[in-house]
């Protein structure tokens, strides 16, 4: 993964970032082209208002509680992805300044969210896409999460837990429902799970980023997986 005479060094602040970017960048580039093939514009989801930030605000505490559960029990499998985070993002974390992280959180939750959000749920719920009761959309839901569980299978807990968060974000947009006069009319605002999704990534960043640090200058390591 290290290889800074071929040009990419892993650990080093500008090679992490660039990629971690640059793969966002191509989240949110599917997303509107897949968007475009199938019809769905999701900026028309999106309503940028004061009410969409308290509420995205809001939305960020429960996946905070999942993150706190996650990081402190002792369960092994938990203790696995925790370990495992450290390990693979702790020391090039660390390295990157704090507005570079919540530039790496930013364009997670809006590039994602777009993605699988904005476009893959809309587009499978068509019709039911703000009827949370309805088949269809509990079946969109499901159907959207599992791809980006797949997507984020670290490891099988970790890509279930962020298949449980993800079918989350797909709700939390409809507490905040587009007004009848716009495109999506009565559909959930994109923004509210964009904003949340940014805010818990970037909280996560200095987390994990603190323990780099801290296992950095103790010297401890970081424990092996099992």
């Known amino acids: 993964m290290n290889d800074p005479a071929g040009g990419f060094d892993w650990n080093d602040r500008r090679s992490f970032l660039g990629m971690g970017l640059g793969i966002e960048a191509v989240a949110l580039l599917i997303g509107l082209g897949l968007g475009w093939l199938v019809g769905i514009d999701p900026w028309s989801h999106c309503r940028w208002t004061i009410e969409a930030a308290g509420w995205g605000l809001l939305a960020t505490g429960p996946l905070l509680l999942i993150f706190g559960l996650a990081y402190t029990v002792a369960w092994p499998p938990f203790r696995r992805i925790r370990e495992l985070l450290i390990r693979l993002l702790g020391q090039p974390l660390a390295a990157c300044r704090w507005y570079e992280l919540l530039l790496l959180a930013a364009m997670a939750g809006l590039c994602e969210e777009v993605l699988f959000r904005g476009v893959i749920q809309p587009w499978i719920s068509a019709a039911d896409a703000a009827a949370p009761t309805s088949t269809r959309f509990l079946v969109?839901?499901?159907?959207?999460?599992?791809?980006?569980?797949?997507?984020?299978?670290?490891?099988?807990?970790?890509?279930?837990v962020a298949g449980l968060i993800g079918c989350y974000l797909g709700l939390v947009g409809l507490?905040?429902?587009?007004?009848?006069?716009?495109?999506a009319a009565g559909q959930g605002n994109?923004?509210?799970?964009?904003?949340?999704?940014g805010v818990y990534d970037f909280i996560g960043f200095l987390v994990i980023a603190a323990e780099g640090r801290k296992s950095a200058e103790t010297g401890t390591g970081i424990v092996e997986l099992d």
């Open 175 to 183: 507490v905040d429902i587009l007004p009848a006069t716009g495109p």
């Open 140 to 160: 969109a839901l499901v159907a959207s999460n599992l791809v980006f569980a797949l997507l984020h299978s670290v490891t099988p807990t970790y890509a279930a």
């Open 190 to 197: 994109l923004a509210v799970p964009v904003i949340a999704h």
